[in-house]
């Protein structure tokens, strides 16, 4: 009869902690988003280097409302675009992502480190950039602290004056604890 007792203790206490997650997965709201900013980049006639940032933010109630309670954050895909050059034909551009304190390569199709701004804008080629845990926790930091993560691009191009904008597109999977 102990045998049984002690059984049937350790079976009630098993299923608590295992209705404990259920209800804990009950309260948990997934949302699926997309982030899309622009950046429109000017270098001036004899510049070779450029800098802009923008704010960006999930643009979801559910998420602002409970920004103290994000329990996970993933960025599924991360991609750029070039969509308009004006200015000088054929330049070359190489440069980086910022975003936070983590440094993503760009414009790093194939084994080239660059891109002819040129022909990515004609070809409409989308560039998709590695995503590391880095980049998902320097994200989330900023969104936990204020709502918005800046991101900026940086670099250098061949020949100026050229004027720019790239399309940086994230797909971003938050899971919020509603209670």
């Known amino acids: 009869m102990k045998k049984f007792t002690i059984f049937f203790a350790l079976t009630i206490f098993a299923l608590a902690f295992n209705s404990c997650d259920a209800v804990d997965e009950l309260t948990e709201i997934d949302v699926d988003t997309t982030i899309t900013k622009d950046l429109v980049i000017t270098v001036a006639e004899g510049e070779t280097t450029f800098s802009e940032s923008a704010s960006i933010s999930i643009d979801d109630d559910d998420v602002q409302d409970n920004l103290d309670k994000i329990e996970d954050l993933q960025i599924t895909k991360l991609t750029y675009q070039i969509l308009s050059v004006s200015g000088t ?91």
């Open 89 to 179: 034909e054929d330049v070359i551009a190489s440069g980086s992502f910022t975003a936070a304190s983590s440094t993503y390569p760009w414009f790093s199709a194939g084994d080239s480190t660059s891109v002819n701004l040129t022909t990515a804008a004609a070809d409409g080629t989308v560039y998709e950039i590695e995503v590391n845990q880095a980049l998902v926790d320097a994200f989330e930091a900023d969104l936990r602290s204020g709502a918005t993560a800046t991101l900026s691009a940086s670099g250098t191009v061949s020949d100026a004056p050229v004027t720019f904008t790239v399309r940086i597109t994230a797909d971003v999977k938050v899971t919020v604890d509603a209670i």
